[in-house]
């Protein structure tokens, strides 16, 4: 044996007593726990020296497993990460994808409150978030007490409201864009007909101040069948003791609701709602296949901004710029995420 492998035995071995002389003398648990891992740890490393192998059992089990875990992250590194990354020092930079990045500063989002088309883009985004998220959680919600009950049909009508969240988004905005057409769609012939609505007076429903109602009611429908499932979930997990106590105390149907299923629904109305919330933000696509017409271009009325973002980035080739208005989606985003959360932590204290 060598000077220096004797050398890092005699150390190990010392260390190691002196760590288990702490161990005997500590009362914590918790502290004697952790000692107990480090000692742990020397003495595996004393005897992967002693036996002259170069990695011990634990690092050979260790690099088994990341050799598992590191294709999933190579990926995740190089086609999200990294791209974040840059998409944020991005932000402080000035570049158009071919000529040399300049630093800017805080230049680019000094631009954005003068931006009329942020400004535009930023209000339709908050507008279609408010009215999406309640009205597809009371939709959802709805529609899974009523499935829920013992009606015939049930896995019938349970696939035929999932439907749309797995139908082609390209089919399904094509027979929205025909339904809702200004001069043949059938839902302005009943106006029209039914109600009479003089023809001057019919609703363009992918125009103006409609198209932003028209959005949310797509999405509405588009997305109630995917979390009525997970209120589904939520709802048979809910003790049937529950509501046969508050029928012997003489509960009524909205007694129950009120007293049992919504406060027993609350970590599932938590997830939806947070969920939603962050899809809503994101939207793009069903904006672009809905109102963008034959050219896909969104008029100022109809403007989102992950729209926005990507015109600036791919059309003007403003990339810095379209970064900061990233950045400042991802805050947005951020802030409301926190402040849900630290409201659903108010309410469990």
């Not at 009120?258 to 609350?266: A, C, F, V």
């Amino acid at each position: 044996m060598d000077e220096k492998k004797a050398a890092q035995i005699k150390k190990l071995e010392t260390e190691s007593a002196a760590l288990m002389q702490k161990i005997r003398e500590e009362s914590d648990i918790k502290k004697k726990q952790k000692l107990i891992a480090e000692r742990e740890k020397k003495q595996r490393k004393l005897t992967a020296i002693r036996n002259n192998r170069i990695l011990s059992r634990e690092a050979k089990r260790d690099l088994v497993a990341y050799s598992f875990i590191a294709p999933n992250f190579i990926g995740f590194a190089v086609f999200t990460l990294i791209p974040i990354v840059f998409a944020f020092v991005l932000a402080f930079m000035n570049w158009d994808g071919s000529n040399e990045i300049t630093f800017v500063g805080f230049d680019n989002f000094m631009k954005l409150p003068s931006d009329t088309f942020f400004v535009a883009a930023l209000k339709n985004t908050m507008i279609y978030v408010v009215g999406t998220v309640p009205l597809t959680m009371i939709a959802s919600l709805a529609l899974a007490i009523v499935l829920n009950q013992k009606i015939i049909a049930r896995g019938l009508f349970r696939t035929v409201a999932f439907f749309p969240y797995v139908a082609s988004l390209v089919a399904i905005t094509a027979v929205w864009s025909m339904i809702f057409h200004p001069s043949k769609g059938p839902i302005n012939y009943l106006l029209l007909t039914v109600f009479g609505v003089p023809q001057e007076n019919l609703p363009k429903w992918f125009s103006g101040s409609l198209v932003l109602v028209t959005l949310i009611l797509f999405s509405v429908w588009k997305y109630m069948g995917y979390y009525m499932v997970i209120y589904l979930a939520g709802l048979q997990g809910i003790s049937a003791e529950l509501y046969e106590a508050g029928s012997l105390d003489g509960a009524n149907t909205w007694q129950k609701f009120k007293y049992i299923t919504w406060p027993q629904l609350r970590s599932t109305t938590f997830f939806v709602v947070v969920m939603l919330t962050i899809n809503c933000f994101k939207v793009y696509d069903i904006a672009v296949m809905l109102a963008g017409g034959s050219d896909g271009k969104l008029s100022t009325s109809a403007t989102v901004l992950v729209y926005y973002i990507y015109q600036n980035a791919f059309n003007y080739w403003d990339l810095g710029y379209s970064s900061a208005i990233a950045m400042v989606l991802f805050l947005i985003v951020l802030a409301v995420t926190l402040v849900q959360f630290r409201y659903e932590k108010k309410l469990e204290a």
